[in-house]
């Protein structure tokens, strides 16, 4: 398994603010995803981020609204920028298991934009 | 079709029963299946994976029908401390990725 932790764990913004999001895991690994979570709603992914190459986005999120970092195995990024109160909700990063895919999810960060 | 699809519930069950949520995906070529538990306010956690052969983890057992593009999760003897969302996860997109999909979660009440 992996030890996952996320900085801040929640946050209250401005309007047209950008916020980033520190995700630090305790062992290296490759695969590492960032995905929202609106209240009541499932997961939903917005990026893949690999070290070494750019993150992958999923249809309707860009590179310009949540720019990612993978500088290395254990750490990643994602900003939130120029926020709006549509962009309030739970960030949650993960990891994937390497031998069996079982995700590892961090405690999310509650980010509120008023 | 969604890709992975969940009746969303509630299922409002008492102490003691047991209950039985199914989930369904259209990619035939997925291969990897999983149960996660989200508690209110809370990041998902593994349940358990999913295995061709079915799988027991004490009151729980999952069940995967590659025919009928399905897994199941059963909940045997309720208790109240089972209330949470279960999520159907599965891995492996058209294409050959391992992107994991979740469906969007079936939430369980467990009342006394």
């Known amino acids: 398994s992996a030890v996952i932790s996320q900085k801040p764990s929640r946050d209250i913004c401005q309007r047209g603010t950008s916020l980033t999001i520190q995700c630090q895991v305790d062992s290296q690994v490759t695969m590492m995803f960032w995905y929202r979570q609106q209240p009541g709603q499932s997961l939903t992914l917005i990026a893949t981020a690999n070290q070494g190459s750019e993150a992958t986005y999923e249809s309707g999120f860009v590179i310009d609204k949540f720019p990612i970092s993978r500088p290395n195995l254990t750490f990643s990024t994602l900003t939130v920028s120029n926020m709006s109160p549509e962009d309030s909700s739970i960030y949650l990063c993960s990891v994937l298991g390497t031998s069996t895919y079982e995700q590892y999810f961090g405690p999310g960060t509650r980010l509120t934009v008023t | 079709r969604k890709e992975v699809e969940q009746d969303p519930g509630p299922f409002n069950v008492p102490e003691g029963a047991t209950v039985a949520f199914n989930c369904t995906y259209s990619n035939s070529a997925s291969q990897s299946f999983f149960w996660y538990r989200q508690d209110c306010r809370k990041e998902p956690k593994l349940l358990m994976s999913?295995?061709?052969s079915g799988n027991e983890d004490g009151r729980f057992t999952a069940q995967l029908n590659r025919a009928s593009q399905y897994i199941s999760l059963l909940i045997r003897d309720s208790k109240l401390s089972d209330s949470a969302t279960y999520l159907c996860?599965?891995?492996?997109?058209?294409?050959?990725?391992?992107?994991?999909?979740f469906g969007r979660g079936t939430s369980l009440i467990v009342h006394p």
């Open positions: 999913v295995y061709s």
């Open positions: 996860v599965v891995n492996g997109r058209p294409g050959g990725s391992y992107i994991p999909t």
